[in-house]
């Protein structure tokens, strides 16, 4: 009665196609204070930090090229997460965890001077579970004395711990040639976003609004009762699943489950897995409730889709339970709250019956399209020589910025460069925005716009 089935569960990786080289990412992770900073400055030789976009990599992940003994590697680094005390410990193994998730080998920093701490313990357990090659770095080993504490570390079971000293440099070059006989030739994981396999799908949204019965009506009841097992015994899994005759592959589904009823912290869980989730995804449908006053947690998830340069699908859950009263509030709030996101096509749904679930596919496939859409050169520069010449930009003190010229440097998601004659005007800016994306039919992407202003 519907189309939808469950394929195997290991078989996504055939399903993905080879990809173009990526230097070999080491992550480099520990607690707090430990000397990541310090050590990663050293290993790039403390130029000033060149920070790199890895491609499909979030913004709060921070990535650096080095080079040592003429092999180029990425440095990869999360931040940005503000911590709180309670529950410290499997927070910074959850956050280092989406490090090690794109990285070929580890970089484990402890400071030998204090010891294996609680805190190091969660991010060993998290490690061992990982099974990547791990360099365990004993950090802040300044001289002979300290030796000592380094050889304390081996009860970690990561074999020989790495006395350095990230201040002064001691050690450190021993420690990178342990790290180039881990690394592999070119990265397995680090680019989390190849072109090819099945689409990428990530189901967000605050806590129950229903994300799970939706995985529930897409994947079928059966298979989540198995992956409960699986989700607690080994990585996170992503589950295959069936839509309208073709395989999609909806990403970090175990960890959608783990999380769900946590008690503890459950906000920063949540923000944790939306980023998790999007790091893998394509596409990230966001679940909102309309039983329910559009929250704050809801613009954020948004938000947090815009910026990691997803495309974007709204789904308007429970609308059974939509009564006159809510229906009106509703449009208004579609009106005002979710103008910034008007461009993404939306369903309405319902997670627990699965009432319109089958409009999924053509929302995704309309967002997606979207999202790998490349304009040649050419029609840009009509489209933008027809605007310019119909609406040109307003007088600025006896000036007029003019566009010279406009070029698509990349897709997934579209990013474009203007080359101008002078800063244009926001408004402008964002009249250009809607006029590329209404002539181009850019809906379900973000879309970015930069400017090259030429002295
Ligand atoms: P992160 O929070 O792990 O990134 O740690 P930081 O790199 O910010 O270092 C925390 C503190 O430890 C800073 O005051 C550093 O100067 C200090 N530190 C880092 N590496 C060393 C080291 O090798 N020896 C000593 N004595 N101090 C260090
Ligand atoms: P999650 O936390 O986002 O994964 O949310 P769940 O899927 O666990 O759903 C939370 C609660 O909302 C459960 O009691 C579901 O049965 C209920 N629910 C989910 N979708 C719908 C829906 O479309 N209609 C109604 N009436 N209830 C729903």
């Known amino acids: 009665e519907d189309d939808s089935a469950v394929l195997s569960g290991e078989d996504w990786e055939a399903l993905a196609e080879e990809d173009d080289f990526v230097a070999p990412v080491l992550a480099v992770v520990g607690r707090p204070n430990v000397g990541k900073s310090t050590l990663v400055n050293r290993i790039i030789g403390r130029r000033e930090a060149v ?14 090229e080095a080079e040592w003994s003429g092999v180029d590697f ?3 680094d999360t931040g940005g997460w503000e911590v709180d005390a309670k529950g410290i410990d499997r927070m910074v193994a959850d956050q280092a965890e989406r490090a090690v998730d794109v990285a070929d080998a580890v970089l484990f920093v402890v400071d030998a001077t204090v010891g294996a701490t609680a805190t190091d313990e969660a991010v060993v357990k998290m490690l061992r579970r990982k099974g990547k090659p791990v360099i365990l770095v004993a950090n802040k080993v300044d001289g002979p004395s300290t030796e000592a504490d380094a050889a304390a570390l081996w009860s970690l079971g990561f074999g020989q711990p790495w006395p350095v000293s990230s201040l002064h440099g001691r050690g450190t070059g021993d420690l990178l040639d342990a790290v180039l006989d881990e690394l592999p030739e070119e990265s397995a994981y680090g680019d989390p976003l190849p072109e090819g396999g099945p689409r990428r799908v990530a189901l967000l949204g605050r806590p129950n609004v229903g994300k799970s019965s939706l995985l529930n009506q897409l994947a079928g009841e059966e298979r989540v009762v198995v992956n409960e097992v699986a989700g607690t015994t ?7 699943v069936e839509l309208g005759g073709r395989t999609w592959r909806f990403v970090d589904t175990a960890g959608l489950r783990r999380r769900q009823h946590m008690a503890q912290g459950a906000d920063y869980y949540a923000s944790l897995r939306t980023a998790t989730a999007l790091d893998k995804a394509e596409v990230a449908v966001v679940l909102l409730a309309v039983d329910e006053v559009l929250s704050e947690q809801d613009q954020r998830i948004l938000q947090q889709v815009i910026d990691a340069g997803r495309a974007l699908v709204l789904a308007f859950n429970k609308w059974d339970l939509l009564d006159e009263d809510r229906r009106r509030y509703l449009e208004r709030e579609i009106d005002q709250d979710l103008k910034h996101v008007e461009w993404a096509p939306s369903i309405n749904l319902s997670a627990k019956t699965g009432w319109h679930k089958d409009k999924l596919t053509n929302a995704l496939d309309i967002a997606l399209e979207a999202w790998d859409r490349r304009i040649s050169t050419g029609k840009l520069n009509a489209f933008l020589g027809e605007l310019v010449a ?5 007088l600025r003190g ?7 010229f406009g070029t698509q440097v990349s897709a997934r998601p579209p990013k474009f460069v203007l080359f101008t004659t002078g800063f244009l005007d926001p408004g402008y800016r964002r009249f250009i925005q809607r006029r590329l994306r209404e002539t181009f039919d850019f809906r379900g992407t973000p879309i970015d716009i930069q400017m090259r202003v030429r002295e």
Do not use: M, N
């Open 398 to 404: 006896g000036k007029q910025p003019r566009i010279l």
């Open 390 to 394: 119909a609406h040109p930009h307003p």
């Open 74 to 76: 990425t440095l990869v």
């Open 51 to 64: 920070v790199e976009d890895v491609p499909g990599v979030t913004r709060d992940r921070v990535s650096y």
């Open 234 to 240: 080994r990585d996170p899994v992503d589950e295959l």
